[in-house]
């Protein structure tokens, strides 16, 4: 796609993979972080491990079976918190556990049978491994996380603020809910090749927590979250590439140094004292 | 009094528990309100008054009998039901920088009636702009809800349920975070709400600042009704008090 730009392929590559997947994940880390529901991440990325690791041992592609496994939490999220009556983020630490038990499960299995498992790709992530076709599909997926918060918007900004009063202003909640837990597993899946379960965690939180630091309205927040994320994850992979260092942990560490440089000047700590 | 064929809300045996509870919180509550009605629901702490209000706003699953509000069984179709409904909540905790403002927050009330697909008309900011005029909420327009006062956060809840132009208005203790002077002004403003023929119901333990106006006056105990009779306000806290003590 941006062949025109950058000439080289494996460079062009990184930066597309890198431009889409942190596109997409910092637009759903403002809603991530907004709904304190920060726990999506680790429980997503190990739903994603965990299917991976199952769809390796029963012989199936590793990407698909993330994919499905990470849908199928996703639809189980919802209704598990509201039938245990429990926070969210509650269910998400029973969930998270459970996840990583299935991967070990199957992993050591799966040495134990002599079949062999590289957990690495998943855990870590590789930027320059990825097929034109998981590009195009993070494309896809950041376009219709873009779709979906347009044409949602107005119940989305309720429920961010207050589930239960945007569900007395007479708003379906739970469609909306689920829909935005479902875009936040497949995103999560598909991003996990690119830095892996360990590192996406920075990126489904770090950029909506950097543009916070600046930003008094969602909508401001929706519009600074993905472009420092573009920026920052751009610079990443190019800078690893140029100088073969792991792009993944390189991009997590420049995040991690705007977070700490945001939170230093960020104007909501200002103290205004009036000496009268 | 109940069941009557004019009623907006009505109320029919109903039974309401939480998931897990041991007891049922409402037992058995049949109510009947009419049009224009002003209700005071009082009793003891734990008597299920904001239960009541829940199940009326069809936000509690009722295990047995009928809640009707506005031709709606709010068990089957719920967020139609709601959509004529304001219900003010009483407890809610706004962090300091929650990205909304007031003016934003105030019109999340009317999302419901917009619709799905739907973008906010000039006519929704009207009766946004008016809910929040009417509040005296105008200057703090812009501001974020998180950096107000709990009263004034109170007061911004009650505007966005204003603006909703609700059928029925239900407040969990609405004067519980305001001043005296306040108070006073909302409680002209829901004494013209119930005047314009909208039921107002109003749990509440402050009786010092209900409208000069008949006051019906439904007293809770153990999730059940142990009064329900007209009263003039100066006499609402003597017969709270008294069905409370007598039960």
Redesign the interface.
């Known amino acids: 796609m941006l062949e025109f730009l950058i000439p080289n392929n494996v460079m062009c590559h990184a930066v597309e993979a890198m431009l889409f997947a942190s596109l997409g994940c910092a637009l759903l880390s403002v809603l991530i972080t907004?709904m304190n529901i920060s726990s999506i991440g680790f429980t997503m990325s190990h739903a994603a491990f965990a299917g991976g690791s199952v769809g390796a041992f029963f012989g199936y592609a590793v990407l698909p079976s993330a994919v499905i496994v990470s849908i199928l939490t996703a639809f189980l999220m919802g209704p598990l918190s509201d039938?245990t009556?429990m926070h969210t983020d509650t269910t998400l630490g029973v969930l998270f556990g459970t996840m990583m038990a299935v991967a070990i499960f199957f992993i050591a299995l799966m040495q134990g049978t002599g079949k062999g498992f590289d957990a690495s790709s998943l855990l870590y992530g590789n930027v320059i491994s990825l097929y034109r076709e998981e590009i195009y599909a993070l494309a896809v997926m950041s376009a219709l996380i873009i779709i979906f918060l347009v044409?949602f918007y107005?119940?989305i900004?309720?429920i961010v603020?207050?589930k239960?009063?945007?569900?007395?202003?007479?708003?379906?909640v739970k469609p909306v809910y689920y829909g935005i837990l479902f875009l936040i597993s497949v995103m999560v899946a598909l991003s996990i090749p690119i830095v892996g379960g360990l590192l996406l965690y920075v990126w489904l939180v770090t950029p909506a927590a950097i543009a916070?630091q600046f930003?008094?309205?969602?909508r401001?927040?929706f519009i600074m979250a993905p472009v420092i994320a573009v920026i920052v994850s751009v610079a990443g992979a190019i800078w690893g590439i140029m100088y073969s260092l792991p792009v993944g942990p390189l991009t997590a560490v420049i995040f991690s140094g705007l977070f700490i440089g945001a939170v230093a000047v960020s104007p909501?700590r200002k103290v205004v004292f009036h000496n009268h | 009094m109940t069941g009557g064929s004019d009623d907006i809300i009505q109320l029919e045996k109903v039974w309401t528990t939480y998931?897990?509870a041991d007891l049922p919180v409402i037992k058995d509550v049949t109510l009947g309100i009419k049009p224009g009605e002003f209700v005071v629901i009082g009793g003891p702490n734990g008597a299920g008054k904001t239960t009541l209000l829940e199940t009326i706003?069809g936000?509690l699953p009722v295990v047995d009998g009928t809640v009707q509000v506005c031709g709606h069984d709010v068990m089957k179709d719920g967020?139609?039901a709601?959509?004529k409904?304001g219900?003010v909540?009483q407890n809610?905790d706004?962090h300091p920088?929650?990205?909304?403002?007031v003016e934003?927050?105030v019109l999340?009330?009317?999302?419901?009636?917009?619709g799905?697909?739907k973008?906010?008309s000039s006519r929704d900011m009207d009766k946004v702009t008016s809910a929040i005029h009417q509040l005296g909420l105008t200057l703090m327009q812009k501001n974020?809800i998180g950096k107000l006062s709990g009263g004034q956060q109170q007061k911004v809840?009650i505007a966005?349920n204003l603006a909703?132009e609700p059928e029925v208005l239900l407040l969990d203790e609405p004067f519980s975070n305001l001043d005296m002077i306040t108070r006073e002004e909302v409680s002209r403003l829901l004494c013209q709400i119930a005047d314009a023929g909208i039921p107002v119901l109003i749990v509440s333990h402050a009786f010092d600042a209900l409208p000069d106006r008949d006051i019906r006056v439904v007293v809770m105990q153990h999730g059940e009704i142990i009064l329900n009779q007209l009263s003039h306000p100066s006499e609402v806290g003597n017969l709270v008090r008294t069905a409370s003590v007598a039960a």
């Open positions: 907004q039938r009556r044409i107005k119940e900004t309720a603020f207050h239960r009063l945007a569900e007395i202003a007479g708003i379906r916070y930003c008094n309205t969602m401001n927040m909501k | 998931e897990g706003a936000l967020c139609a709601r959509k409904i219900y909540i809610f706004f920088y929650t990205p909304f403002t934003e927050v999340m009330g009317r999302f419901g009636k917009i799905w697909l973008r906010h974020q809840l966005q909703k």
